[in-house]
């Protein structure tokens, strides 16, 4: 087993990487950028070497300064998290060639899984079911005009090097292809460098399913539970959920089993995740996540499966310490991810300082944050604060248990979207397990947080001043809400 493990992120995933390390006696090293000078994670960690400007280009991201920092602090070993270079193939190959290990697959299994055209090819050479689309790049819209005759429309144009729904374009009728071509194409090649586009059969109606799997050095690979991720908003998830609502364990071993042998297709090693888009009764792969997900620890509540401690002990040549038939689903896990956002401001970032924090407890409550009273949020980074999962019996009870976390949950000095969450968890579609993709857009849900946002007012005025703030702060922090309501009820003439 390792001695000392550098983690590569910050934040709270920096934290929960550091968490694993301290149960398994090993010693962390933090980097962080001046941003994070006063960080949580910087000060977690059993040591901390600075990296940098607080840019990411000038710090999280820069390959030989994060090396430089194993180096001379003597970590055998460096641990991505997610984001940053967590799927960069360079720098796992810069690892490598260095002799320190790279928590996470071969730069190889990256690299494969990097160009969704390759991984295309790959699964479908494999045996795993794919949509309709192309089978390379498009550049042509006269090519692409007599694919999507072939297929079908609505079709999706798609960035072949992205990710996170960066470039995704809709297409519904034939007079919209070329310009959407162009417009996808743009954007692939500022945002990745490569302004290859592939074309797949648009799926509607469709939930997003993910897979979950580990896998050791030694041929063993297993899932460890399904995910389902289908409240997004463009692309982004922002509720997730274990088991999905529409699961059986018939499908499950069905689909478990595909996400295997997808795997197994690239020779992966490590914590990983298959996603599925799931539509009608049939499900085709959509991309495989070479990394650990932000939403693992949902995973973790319902099997007791600690997915960070097994990626550290495969990382090490240990073999898988469970086998499929050891693996079970208990309950049910539903994480949000509460950022500093304005939902009723097209969820714009709310950077700032937090004034006050209170995190929700009690019964079946996880928190993974990375803040506290007085922290900064940097403009520079995701906005997130923490991801709050709450784990009951069935369904039922855990969405019960997250609106009460959330009603807890006491953030001040920057704006959150946790009432955009209390909105959802209290739609009826949403209680019955009645989601797909596109459930934010068919719901209105927004006229719903307006409504939410108000009722939360007296809950903002009790609950804070509980926390020694001056209740006439308080009153004028209501005033300002009720004024900010007021504004964006407005018709667009009047602003």
């Known amino acids: 087993m390792f001695q000392k493990i550098l983690i590569a992120n910050r934040g709270e995933i920096a934290i929960r990487i550091m968490r694993a390390c301290r149960e398994l006696g090993i010693s962390t090293v933090a980097v962080y950028s001046e941003a994070d000078r006063n960080a949580l994670f910087a000060k977690y960690a059993d040591e901390a070497v600075f990296v940098g400007p607080s840019p990411a280009s000038q710090s999280y991201l820069r390959i030989d300064r994060i090396l430089e920092a194993a180096e001379e602090t003597g970590a055998e070993a460096i641990h991505p998290g997610y984001g940053f270079l967590s799927e960069n193939p360079k720098f796992a190959r810069a690892c490598e060639e260095k002799g320190v290990v790279f928590i996470g697959p071969t730069s190889s299994s990256i690299d494969r899984?990097?160009?969704?055209?390759?991984?295309?090819?790959?699964?479908?050479?494999?045996?795993?079911?794919?949509?309709?689309?192309?089978?390379?790049?498009?550049?042509?819209?006269?090519?692409?005009?007599?694919?999507v005759e072939a297929i079908g429309y609505p079709v999706m144009l798609k960035p072949a090097a992205g990710g996170?729904?960066?470039?995704?374009?809709?297409?519904?009728?034939e007079k919209d292809l070329g310009p959407a071509?162009?417009?996808?194409?743009?954007?692939?090649?500022?945002?990745?460098?490569?302004e290859t586009v592939y074309?797949?059969?648009?799926?509607?109606?469709?939930?997003?399913?993910?897979?979950?799997?580990?896998?050791?050095?030694?041929?063993?690979?297993i899932y460890v539970s399904d995910r389902e991720c289908s409240i997004q908003r463009r692309h982004q998830k922002l509720i997730e959920e274990s088991p999905s609502p529409i699961m059986t364990p018939e499908l499950r071993d069905e689909m478990g089993s595909i996400a295997v042998r997808a795997a197994e297709a690239i020779d992966y090693r490590s914590a990983g995740t298959v996603e599925f888009m799931?539509?009608?009764?049939?499900?085709?792969?959509?991309?495989?996540?070479?990394?650990?997900?932000v939403e693992h620890p949902i995973t973790e509540m319902v099997t007791s499966v600690d997915l960070a401690k097994e990626?550290?002990?495969?990382?090490?040549?240990?073999?898988?310490a469970y086998s499929q038939d050891e693996i079970e689903i208990?309950?049910?896990?539903?994480?949000?991810r509460v950022n500093a956002e304005d939902p009723l401001n097209d969820f714009a970032p709310s950077p700032g300082r937090i004034k006050r924090y209170r995190s929700p407890g009690g019964p079946g409550i996880r928190v993974d944050s990375g803040v506290y009273a007085g922290f900064l949020i940097p403009p520079y980074y995701d906005s997130m604060i923490s991801k709050v999962v709450a784990m009951g019996r069935d369904r039922n009870e855990a969405i019960a248990r997250m609106e009460r976390a959330l009603y807890e949950y006491i953030v001040t000095g920057v704006k959150t979207n946790i009432n955009f969450h209390l909105a959802v968890l209290r739609n009826e579609r949403f209680r019955q397990g009645d989601i797909n993709t596109n459930f934010l857009k068919e719901e209105a849900i927004m006229e719903e947080v307006k409504r939410v946002t108000e009722a939360e007012r007296e809950k903002g005025l009790s609950l804070a001043s509980a926390l020694g703030?001056?209740?006439?702060?308080?009153?004028?922090?209501?005033?300002?809400?009720?004024?900010?309501?007021?504004?964006r009820e407005k018709p667009a003439s009047e602003e």
């Not at 990626?311 to 898988?320: H, M, V, Y």
Request: proline share 4%; net charge negative.
């Open 113 to 147: 899984m990097g160009s969704k055209i390759a991984a295309r090819d790959i699964m479908k050479e494999a045996g795993v079911p794919i949509v309709p689309g192309s089978e390379g790049g498009i550049s042509d819209p006269a090519e692409a005009a007599d694919l």
């Open 199 to 221: 074309v797949e059969k648009y799926l509607t109606d469709p939930r997003h399913i993910e897979f979950q799997i580990l896998a050791d050095s030694k041929g063993e690979t």
């Open 181 to 194: 071509l162009e417009s996808a194409q743009s954007i692939a090649r500022s945002a990745f460098s490569d």
């Open 330 to 336: 208990r309950g049910w896990a539903i994480e949000c």
């Open 164 to 173: 996170g729904g960066i470039g995704m374009k809709i297409v519904w009728e």
């Open 469 to 487: 703030a001056d209740a006439r702060k308080v009153a004028a922090i209501s005033a300002a809400v009720g004024a900010y309501m007021s504004q």
């Open 278 to 293: 799931y539509s009608k009764g049939n499900y085709y792969f959509l991309e495989m996540n070479t990394r650990l997900q």
């Open 311 to 320: 990626q550290i002990r495969i990382a090490a040549g240990e073999p898988l």
